[in-house]
C-alpha cells in the first residue's frame, strides 16, 4: 500500500508522462503481471522478467530493452535492442478542467444508459465504431461492478428522430480524484458533425464536480480531436514488443 501512495503522488504531478493509462489500472497491473516495483530517488521502475511496465526517471538516460518481449516507454526516453522489435503507439492528454469548451446544438439531447435493457445496446455501438477491437455483454457488465464504475457517466447522445448517434463512457478514481474517458463512440452514419465533441464537454461538465483533472488515451492519430476538446500536456507512448527467443 505505502508503494502505490509513492506511485499515486508521482503520477498527480506527471499523470501524462508517468503513465499512459489512468491511474487505477496500475495496480490491477502490478498484481495480475506479478510485477515488481522499485522507487528511489532517481527513477521508478515497474517489471517483472519479461515486461517493462514502466520507467520513469528526470536523468537521460538511454535503456537497453533487449531482455523484455514488451516495454512501455514515454516518447523523451531513449531505447535500444539487440532483438526486432515492433512499435505501436499512443497518445496521453489530460484536462484541469478550467476551461470547458461548449457547443451548442438543439439537435442532440443526452440520456443515460438503462444497465437494466440497453447493454447489447451499448456493446453493438462500440462494436461498430472499431474493426480492431470488439467486446462482448460478459466484459461490458464486468465495467459496472468495478470501484471507477459511476451509472451518470455513461451516456446515450440521442437526435431528435430518437436515433442513438454517440456514446460516452467515462470512469473515475475518487482515491486520487481523477476521471479517464474511456469510450467516446459516434455511430458510423454520424461522424464528422461535431457529436463526438459534444459527448465529450458533457462527460467533463458531469466530472467537473467531482475530480481535478481527467485524462485520455488513445490511438496517435485521434490526439487531435481531443485537444480541440481543450486537453492539453499530450505525450506519446510507445508500446514496444520484441521478437519471441528461440
Not at 508522462?17 to 510485477?35: D, E, H
Not at 517483472?48 to 520513469?56: A, S, V
Not at 530493452?65 to 489530460?94: P, V
Not at 453493438?124 to 459496472?144: G, R
Amino acid at each position: 500500500m505505502k508503494r502505490i501512495k509513492e506511485l499515486e503522488q508521482i503520477y498527480r504531478q506527471y499523470p501524462t508522462l508517468f503513465q499512459p493509462t489512468a491511474f487505477f489500472k496500475v495496480p490491477k497491473m502490478i498484481r495480475s503481471m506479478g510485477l515488481d516495483t522499485l522507487i528511489n530517488d532517481k527513477e521508478v521502475i515497474i517489471k517483472n522478467d519479461l515486461i517493462l511496465h514502466t520507467y520513469f526517471s528526470h536523468e537521460k538516460k538511454k535503456l537497453d530493452i533487449s531482455n523484455y518481449d514488451i516495454a512501455i516507454l514515454n516518447e523523451r526516453i531513449d531505447f535500444f535492442s539487440s532483438r526486432e522489435i515492433i512499435i505501436e503507439q499512443y497518445f496521453k492528454l489530460s484536462h484541469d478542467l478550467q476551461v470547458i469548451n461548449h457547443t451548442l446544438c438543439d439537435d442532440i439531447i443526452f440520456k443515460n444508459v438503462d444497465f437494466d435493457s440497453e447493454l447489447a445496446l451499448v456493446v453493438e455501438v462500440i462494436n461498430d465504431c472499431y474493426d480492431d477491437i470488439s467486446v462482448n455483454q460478459a466484459l461490458v457488465k464486468s465495467w459496472t461492478t468495478e470501484a471507477q464504475f459511476s451509472p451518470d457517466l455513461w451516456i446515450w447522445a440521442i437526435d431528435k428522430a430518437k436515433k442513438i448517434v454517440g456514446l460516452g463512457i467515462a470512469e473515475i478514481d475518487l482515491t486520487i480524484k481523477e476521471g479517464s474517458l474511456e469510450w467516446i463512440q459516434v455511430k458510423s452514419e454520424f461522424q464528422k458533425r461535431g457529436y463526438g465533441s459534444l459527448i465529450v464537454n458533457k462527460l467533463l461538465n458531469v466530472l467537473k464536480s467531482k475530480v481535478d483533472f481527467v485524462t485520455v488515451s488513445g490511438k496517435v492519430k485521434t490526439a487531435s480531436f481531443y485537444q480541440n476538446c481543450g486537453f492539453t500536456n499530450k505525450v506519446i507512448w510507445n508500446i514496444i514488443k520484441s521478437e519471441v527467443k528461440i
